[in-house]
C-alpha cells in the first residue's frame, strides 16, 4: 500500500500570510492526489483535484502543485475561514489519505 | 443533485458486527465507485474499501480481513459489515462517490461500547 506522510501536523499562522502544506508519498503517484478541507463537525471539502486543478467554487487563494513523491498544498493569503484540518489523499493505487495538518489563527 | 446518506446503529458492542448503509441519489452505482471512509474522534480519515461500478470491491489492507463491502443496485445502497469490533472501532462512518471524494454523506457516529 502506498503511505502518505504529511506536514506539519500543525501549523499557526496570521491572516494573510502564505500557507503552504505538504505530503510526501512513498512511492510515485504520477500527480494522482488530492487535497480537501474538514471543518469541525463536517464532512470532508474537495479543494483541488489531481495536484492542481481547482474545484469548481473554491476560491483561487488555494492551489497546489507538485509531481513524482512530492506535493504541496498552498494558501496565499489566509482568511479567518480557512482555519481547518487539511488532508491529502492518493489515488494512483487504491486511496490513501494524509495524516491531517490543523490550520489555525496566530 | 447527488447525494449519500449513512444509516445504522449508533452503538455495538465489542465482538460484534457493524452493518452500514450508504443510499445515494442523483448517480448510478454502475457508473460510479463508492467508498467507505472512517474518522475516530479527533483523528485523520482512514479510506476502508471500495464498490467498483462493475461491482468487484477492494479493501485496505490493514482491515480486509473483517471488511466486507457490497451493493443493491436497484435500490442504490451500498452495505458496510465489519466484524470483530474493537473500541478502537469508534469513528464517524462516511460514504464517498469516486477518486474525487468531491461527495460525501454526512457521516454517522458508531461508538462500540459494552
Known amino acids: 500500500d502506498i503511505q502518505m506522510t504529511q506536514s506539519p501536523s500543525f501549523l499557526s499562522a496570521s491572516v494573510g500570510d502564505r500557507v503552504t502544506i505538504n505530503c510526501k508519498a512513498s512511492?510515485?503517484?504520477?500527480?494522482?492526489l488530492n487535497w480537501y478541507q474538514q471543518k469541525l463537525g463536517e464532512a470532508p471539502k474537495l479543494l483541488i483535484y489531481?495536484?492542481?486543478n481547482l474545484q469548481t467554487g473554491i476560491p483561487s487563494r488555494f492551489s497546489g502543485s507538485g509531481s513524482g513523491t512530492d506535493y504541496t498544498l498552498t494558501i496565499s493569503s489566509l482568511q479567518p475561514e480557512d482555519v481547518a484540518t487539511y488532508f491529502c489523499?492518493?489515488?494512483?493505487?487504491?486511496?490513501?489519505f494524509g495524516a491531517g495538518t490543523k490550520l489555525e489563527l496566530k | 443533485q447527488v447525494q449519500l446518506k449513512e444509516s445504522g446503529p449508533g452503538l455495538v458492542k465489542p465482538s460484534e458486527t457493524l452493518s452500514l448503509t450508504c443510499t445515494v441519489s442523483?448517480?448510478?452505482?454502475?457508473?460510479?465507485?463508492v467508498s467507505w471512509v472512517r474518522q475516530p474522534p479527533g483523528k485523520g480519515l482512514e479510506w476502508m474499501g471500495v464498490i467498483w461500478g462493475d461491482g468487484s470491491t477492494a479493501y485496505n489492507s490493514a482491515l480486509k480481513s473483517r471488511l466486507s463491502i457490497s451493493r443493491d443496485t436497484s435500490k442504490s445502497q451500498v452495505f458496510l459489515k465489519m466484524s470483530s469490533l474493537k473500541t478502537e472501532d469508534t469513528a464517524t462512518y462516511y460514504c464517498?462517490?469516486?477518486?474525487?471524494?468531491?461527495?460525501w454523506g454526512q457521516g454517522t457516529l458508531v461508538t462500540v461500547s459494552s
Open positions: 489531481n495536484t492542481n
Open positions: 512511492q510515485n503517484i504520477n500527480k494522482y
Open positions: 489523499l492518493q489515488h494512483s493505487s487504491r486511496y490513501t
Open positions: 442523483g448517480f448510478s452505482l454502475t457508473s460510479y465507485h
Open positions: 464517498a462517490r469516486d477518486w474525487t471524494f468531491a461527495y
